[in-house]
Each structure stands twice: as C-alpha cells, then as structure tokens.
C-alpha cells in the first residue's frame, strides 16, 4: 500500500514556474514507478509525467516537454515536478501517482490544484 500526498500547488502568472512535491508512504516507494497526471475542468485526466524506480529513465507529455521536469529521491520518498514557463492551459488539478508501469498507477494522491492566469 502507497499513500501520496502532493502540495506546492497554487496561483501563477503565465511564464512563472512551481514546483510540485509528492510525500509517499509506505515501505514500497523506491519499487514503484511515480508519476504526475492533470485534469483541467471539463476534461478527462492526463497523463504529464513520470520516473522509473531509480529515477534514470523519465517520461513526458508531450505537451509538457522542455518545460517541466520530474526527479525523485527515495531516501525521502518523494516525487518533485519543477514546471517552469508556465501556461495557462496548464491549469489542472495536479494528481501524483505510483505504480507498475510509467502510465497505469495503482496509487493516487487528492490532488493540488495549479491556476495559471494570463
């Protein structure tokens, strides 16, 4: 069992940058694959990111690429997104996630909410 909580979410200019954490309980964190999804009012979630167990292999939407960047550290158990030259379609609940694979988690957090205005 993995619990997630995310937070450095928040209210931003376009072009400014935020940077996401994700603390994660349990014993099985450095085992699991984490990542980030979005879902923006009216649209289904999506997937945005995500890093392998070691944190040597990332993955990005392309939507997302170049500008934001995931890493992990597992001594600490958490997941960081630094999302930078933020847009505002990039507004969306953010939801950090854990699983077997880079983009079918088990585990998700409640979310945090990122507002980008023009």
């Known amino acids: 069992q993995v619990q997630l909580v995310e937070s450095g979410g928040g209210v931003v200019q376009a072009g400014d940058s935020l940077r996401l954490s994700c603390a994660a309980s349990?014993?099985?964190?450095?085992?699991?694959?984490m990542g980030w999804f979005r879902q923006a009012p009216g649209k289904e979630r999506e997937f945005v990111s995500a890093v392998s167990q070691s944190g040597s292999r990332t993955y990005y939407a392309d939507s997302v690429k170049g500008r934001f960047t995931i890493s992990r550290d597992n001594a600490k158990n958490t997941v960081y997104l630094q999302m930078n030259s933020l847009k505002p379609e990039d507004t969306a609940v953010y939801y950090c996630?854990?699983?077997?694979?880079?983009?079918?988690?088990?585990?998700w957090g409640q979310g945090t909410q990122v507002t980008v205005s023009s």
């Open positions: 349990g014993r099985t964190f450095s085992s699991q694959f």
């Open positions: 996630a854990a699983g077997p694979l880079p983009r079918i988690p088990d585990y």
